[in-house]
């Protein structure tokens, strides 16, 4: 059984995973939380304190760490004894981070696609510019690295994975939809990292179409869904990193992802960008300093951590499956809902981190236990979804599921599912 687990990264994503730590660290161990600024990770513990979140006594520590550089990132794997590392931090640092696993032996975790920051939207599948081109280190390392396990990528990943395996014999198509019905109150602001958030749409949208890759351009292609608990909602073809895995993994010849925008995000981020306020190239002023327009634009706007107090409203993100069984047409949805304000209450962050910050911890805990620790790396339609999608469905990431049948919770156990003792589970 690995234990001990080391959070790099200090925003709203990690503030999640650590209070999910927290709440089982009777099957995970230590909890050590390490970023560039301790005294983020410090407010992290501390928040986690408040909150008496500690499933029972245990350490709680935090790091300064630079997690760019391998050899010191190496140093606190081995300090701390970690066994699990979580990557929340920034995805610049994906393949450093991984760098260290392999060589600690430490199993990895992260929950976005690895990004150059001198390259905008790589030729895809993006994992194998840089992530896949690991496999071979990590099988001869015997490490388990698990990508792109937040929600999307991640659980839309698993998703997929019970849809193909359960309801149907053939699948034509995957629409992957991801709506925040949800209010923050502040004139403009992202609900991630700017930088990373900007660089997702400034390129071009690629899309699974007819088993080959589809170059399409940003709002060029818009689509309105209604949807659960939010309700009608306009969503817009969008490039994002589960289509580089899912299309060479499923055999689905098309899979597309839909993003929420509103018009007054559409308005602002165009008048950004035709400013040419969102490259990620240098400039110089008048002054003769050389700055990023991108890093100045992520310098003024809100933190995505501070809306977390004022966000109210619901997320639902969801796979759209058609395809036929017994020679039938068939669709299902199968689909998550999360509320800004409960997750709130609960941990301290809005709704889309704890989306991103609950799976990852679920995912660690099954890399714990050895379920999931398969020594090699994945994405995570690769891996069993049954004990995932069950153990979020206990962490405050209920699945529901509609069909011909209606709308339902997905419980997906059945006898060889994966269980912990009670004890180590707890129950919201």
Request: negative net charge; charged residues 20%; glycine residues 6%.
């Amino acid at each position: 059984m690995k234990r001990n687990v080391l959070i790099i990264g200090a925003g709203g994503v990690a503030q999640v995973a650590a209070h999910k730590c927290a709440q089982n660290n009777i099957l995970l161990g230590d909890i050590h939380i390490a970023s560039r600024t301790l005294e983020k990770c410090q407010a992290i513990i501390d928040s986690i304190h408040e909150k008496d979140a500690m499933q029972r006594p245990g350490r709680l520590q935090a790091h300064a760490l630079d997690a760019m550089d391998v050899q010191a990132t190496k140093f606190l794997i081995r300090a701390t004894n970690s066994k699990i590392v979580i990557n929340v931090g920034s995805p610049f640092l994906n393949m450093s981070v991984m760098t260290a696993c392999i060589e600690t032996g430490a199993a990895y975790l992260d929950t976005a696609i690895h990004e150059d920051q001198d390259k905008v939207c790589e030729a895809p599948p993006w994992y194998a510019n840089h992530e896949w081109k690991r496999r071979q280190a990590c099988k001869e390392a015997g490490v388990t690295a698990v990508l792109g396990v937040g929600f999307d990528p991640g659980v839309v990943n698993a998703y997929a994975r019970f849809a193909l395996d359960t309801y149907f014999d053939s699948v034509e198509s995957i629409d992957i939809i991801d709506v925040n019905a949800g209010s923050h109150g502040r004139y403009f602001a992202t609900n991630f990292d700017p930088e990373i958030n900007f660089r997702e749409f400034t390129s071009t949208v690629w899309s699974w179409e007819h088993n080959q890759w589809k170059a399409n351009e940003m709002f060029e292609h818009r689509k309105d869904w209604d949807m659960p608990v939010t309700g009608k909602n306009t969503t817009y073809l969008t490039g994002h990193d589960e289509l580089h895995s899912l299309s060479q993994n499923l055999g689905v010849p098309n899979i597309r992802f839909w993003m929420g925008f509103s018009e007054h995000y559409i308005n602002t981020f165009t008048v950004l960008k035709n400013l040419g306020l969102l490259s990620e190239k240098p400039v110089r002023t008048a002054e003769g300093l050389e700055v990023v327009p991108l890093k100045v634009v992520k310098a003024v706007l809100p933190d995505p951590a501070s809306l977390a107090p004022d966000y109210i409203g619901k997320t639902c993100i969801g796979d759209l499956v058609k395809g036929t069984k017994d020679g039938k047409s068939k669709e299902v949805l199968i689909y998550n809902t999360c509320d800004h304000e409960k997750a709130y209450e609960e941990v301290g962050s809005q709704a889309i981190s704890y989306t991103a910050g609950v799976p990852v911890v679920a995912a660690a805990m099954l890399i714990a236990n050895g379920i999931w620790d398969i020594g090699q790396m994945a994405n995570v339609e690769e891996l069993d979804p049954i004990p995932f999608i069950d153990l979020m469905n206990h962490m405050g990431l209920v699945t529901r599921i509609q069909d011909e049948h209606g709308d339902r919770v997905l419980q997906p156990k059945n006898e060889s599912s994966y269980y912990l003792p009670p004890k180590m589970l707890v129950n919201y």
